[in-house]
């Protein structure tokens, strides 16, 4: 559900479009939970897409953090889709800047954690302000990395942007592209098919 | 770019050269100042004024800061450009003068960023 692509290694010609397109394959694991059954272990086809860019920008003191929701909850950036037939491909870049952010869903649990006990993010703590955290320059906002799933009422997304030390103030620009994606389902995809397919896992999947 | 000049003679002494640009930090790239005709020397401050968000541990709040002092003698003209590669205003670009004189002509450019 969210991937921080690494920097390519070697370019390809033609180039390759870097988001979904109409006539691709996508497969819901059987990991999505049966709250969300129309997307849950279901195949789809991308019958209509339309990219739409969002900028979110916050400034703020040294030291200290906003919790920027993704979802459509009342005080949310509404970047959720609202209809079960939609599925959100957002794209995530930063302008430069001395701050990170780390990612949680829901909203207590982050994504990037170590196994050792105490290996969770924490914008309090001068060094797990650090664990999982994304900088500026891991997406830039001109070649975004980070990408991310939504359907409908799956769990809000929470960015924690951090403005680290060393600052008096920063402003911080999260460079958002929405690829809305209209899916047409298929009940039988063939061999070809599945294997071509996009595979969208569940939070729960990357967080072992 | 941006450019504009101004004589430094606002009410309150504050002159605003470019407004705030929600998703982008304002890059001056040229400051000159010409203080030829001058009554007295001209005390500049380059000043960053910026709303912040409502954070974890503060309001929303509107915020100064003073990111560049010139002192310009009285029968000189000033001009920087290089200096201001570094320099960053998050918010709305202003200038400050300690007294206010016609005869002293500001002109800024910038960048967004």
Known sequence: MIELKPTPLATVSPGVPKLLQEGYYVRFTEAWPAELSPVRG???????????????????????????????????????????????????????????????????EALSRLEAPGMNPSPTSATLRYLGARKPEDS?????????????????????????????????????????????????????QLRLAKVIRYYSELRW | MPSLTQTMVAPGLITV?????????????????????????????????????????????????????????????????????DMEILGQLELLIGTADANCIVTVAWDFK
Do not use: W
Not at chain 1, 60 to 70: A, E, G, H, M, S
Not at chain 1, 140 to 158: A, G, L, Q, S, W
């Open chain 1, 42 to 108: 279901r195949f789809f086809q991308i019958a209509e897409t339309n990219e739409v860019p969002y900028d979110v920008f916050h400034t703020l003191p040294t030291n200290d953090y906003r919790d920027v929701d993704l979802s459509n909850a009342a005080s949310g950036e509404n970047l959720y889709p609202e209809n079960v037939s939609t599925l959100y491909e957002v794209i995530l870049g930063f302008k430069p800047g001395n701050y990170l952010t780390q990612f949680f869903i829901p909203a207590t």
């Open chain 1, 140 to 192: 830039p906002y001109e070649d975004k990395r980070i990408f991310m799933y939504f359907v409908k009422n799956v769990e809000p997304t929470i960015l924690r942007v951090l403005v680290d030390t060393g600052i008096d103030f920063e402003k911080c620009v999260l460079g958002f592209t929405v690829n809305k994606c209209r899916l047409s389902h298929i009940a039988a995809p063939n061999a070809e």
């Open chain 2, 17 to 85: 050269f470019a407004a705030e640009r929600g998703n982008a930090k304002i890059i001056p790239s040229l400051i000159m100042v010409d203080n030829v005709l001058g009554a007295q020397d001209a005390i500049i401050t380059v000043v960053d004024r910026f709303t912040t968000s409502a954070s974890n541990g503060a309001a929303a709040a509107v915020t100064t800061a003073n990111r560049l002092g010139i002192n310009v003698s009285m029968a000189a003209c000033v001009s920087m450009r290089d200096e201001l590669k």
